[in-house]
């Protein structure tokens, strides 16, 4: 009488099937993770299937996070790995752009910018520490990128040899885009390249070593080739810092190198047009600042509303006849910091601030604390830290939830989360 009840009809199994694969999925965090990085990647670049990856990220991200925050997320055990002292600034930051966008210039816009950037924290400071449980889980992750990053660069490379009137932009000054949407935007996929490429380069094996090595070589090219200034600042800033922890004499000579750029940059002034450096050092920027600041002085507290730069800009023609006539009307206005003046006025700087503080805070105490491997990781997370923070001084990505280094910045400040946790984990005694 019990056999007919265990008989399973096909929908059971098929059923069975599909749930067991959505929970082994869902369970391995560094291919999802992966997956992520990979859309928003292609999302930015100039294949003709960009715009489907750029559907296919939100999508992805948002199911994730909805399933997580039913499942698996409200049920997390040791939630003592998430400080709430970041829930505060973020909770409070948050709250005041959806109060912001009550006065924006465009209420829909920035609601739904802030809507994207709330369920984006939820990703990287609930669920991301919250999973990682255990470091081969991150080491694994960092073999993935290292990996992805290295294929990037060489398909970037020879696409370009293949079709090289594709993939150059031809405007005031003749830049290298490679695959992606503009030359900043290699840049800074370059720039984070960095990391994973120094994570290799200090504990991979010697073939990645070596791979390591060439990997750093087209990072230099697309340097050169893309002439992104802030990208080459950026760089240099974490491979100065990895360099002070784990290669002094590299690091010293670093100094002494960049000094020495710098003097000859001054004696042969053609160089410095090169760069874009002689007659103007910040290129059109100032004038992108003393727009911004014009704005912002239209609403000195709350700003235009976040997420309204581009309406901004595309609105302003009327100025470009009073001086700006040599400004390129864009997305952004070269500076995150300013451009968050202008979007959310001072209060909504004086909010964000002590988000970064607390970022601050948690890798120097980790820096004390942690070893091996995870001492590694956190150095390479404060180089992107303080890079990617000075890069955003000419860039407009920080807070631009669709942007993939900025998704990874703070993918990662949501890992630095989990380390004091796998570091305790590590260093507990064995009991037999």
Request: glycine share 6%; with cysteine; net charge positive.
């Amino acid at each position: 009488m019990i056999l007919p009840a265990l008989k399973k009809t096909r929908l059971d199994i098929l059923k069975h099937f599909i749930v067991f694969h959505v929970v082994y999925l869902l369970e391995r965090i560094e291919l999802f993770y992966l997956f992520l990085v990979i859309s928003f990647f292609f999302a930015q670049t100039k294949f003709p299937f960009a715009e489907a990856f750029t559907v296919i990220k939100w999508g992805v991200l948002l199911a994730f996070v909805a399933v997580h925050l039913i499942t698996i997320g409200l049920k997390i055990k040791d939630k003592d790995v998430i400080t709430s002292k970041i829930f505060w600034p973020l909770g409070i930051f948050i709250f005041y752009l959806f109060i912001n966008s009550l006065l924006s210039i465009n209420i829909v816009v920035s609601i739904s910018r802030t809507l994207i950037l709330l369920v984006s924290f939820v990703l990287w400071f609930f669920i991301l520490p919250n999973y990682f449980r255990k470091k081969e889980q991150i080491l694994k992750l960092f073999n993935y990128l290292f990996y992805f990053f290295a294929v990037v660069l060489v398909l970037n490379i020879a696409l370009t040899i293949l079709v090289p009137s594709v993939f150059f932009r031809i405007g005031i000054y003749i830049r290298y885009a490679g695959i992606t949407e503009n030359a900043n935007t290699l840049g800074m996929y370059s720039v984070a390249s960095v990391i994973f490429i120094l994570y290799k380069f200090k504990t991979g094996l010697r073939f990645e070593k070596v791979l390591s090595v060439l990997m750093f070589l087209l990072v230099l090219i697309n340097f050169i080739l893309t002439v992104s200034r802030s990208s080459m600042l950026a760089a240099f800033v974490i491979i100065i810092i990895f360099t002070y922890y784990y290669y002094r004499k590299l690091f010293y000579t670093g100094i002494v190198l960049g000094a020495v750029a710098i003097g000859i940059l001054f004696m042969f002034p053609i160089l410095l047009d090169l760069l874009r450096l002689a007659s103007n050092p910040l290129s059109y920027r100032e004038q992108l600042f003393e727009l911004a600041i014009l704005k912002w002085k239209e609403d000195i507290f709350f700003g235009q509303g976040y997420g309204t730069t581009l309406i901004i800009t595309s609105k302003l023609f009327t100025l470009l006849q009073k001086g700006f006539n040599l400004l390129i009307v864009g997305k952004h206005f070269g500076n995150m910091f300013i451009e968050l003046l202008c979007e959310t006025g001072i209060i909504g700087v004086a909010l964000f601030l002590p988000i970064i503080g607390m970022l601050y805070k948690q890798q120097k105490e980790l820096n004390k604390v942690v070893s091996g491997d995870l001492k590694i990781l956190t150095v390479l997370y404060k180089g992107l830290f303080f890079g990617f923070l000075i890069q955003n001084l000419f860039e407009s990505a920080l807070l631009s939830p669709g942007n993939g280094v900025a998704f990874l910045f703070w993918s990662f400040s949501g890992l630095l989360l989990s380390i004091k946790y796998l570091s305790s984990v590590e260093n507990k005694p064995k009991t037999v």
